[in-house]
């Protein structure tokens, strides 16, 4: 969890008709897209940046799952890769929180 993580310029798309241009194997079973541009770093205490991350979701009903991923090379040196992460899941809280 990173507090201080923002995004600027920012948007949550539905998919439609199972396609989005960003990756089409990826679009066929996502329901949201959120892309944006990070205008600081992604993970701060390592001060590591990347200009943009996308967040492919989906929602059941209850909870959100996905995925993240940040702009940067496929390959290359570690501070220019990209970053990804998988398996994230947000669960609606059975009580609201104070």
Do not use: W
């Not at 066929?28 to 600081?40: A, R, V």
């Not at 390592?46 to 059941?60: A, C, E, G």
């Not at 702009?71 to 040196?77: H, P």
């Amino acid at each position: 969890h990173n507090p201080d993580l923002k995004l600027i310029l920012a948007g949550l798309s539905p998919i439609l008709l199972g396609f989005h241009p960003a990756n089409l194997t990826e679009s066929l079973k996502t329901d949201y897209f959120i892309e944006g541009n990070l205008p600081g770093p992604i993970i701060a205490l390592q001060k590591i940046t990347r200009k943009s991350v996308k967040i492919p979701l989906n929602f059941d009903g209850t909870k959100l799952t996905g995925r993240l991923h940040t702009s940067g090379k496929a390959a290359g040196r570690a501070g220019q890769m990209k970053l990804s992460a998988s398996n994230l899941t947000r669960t609606r809280p059975e009580k609201p929180l104070p």
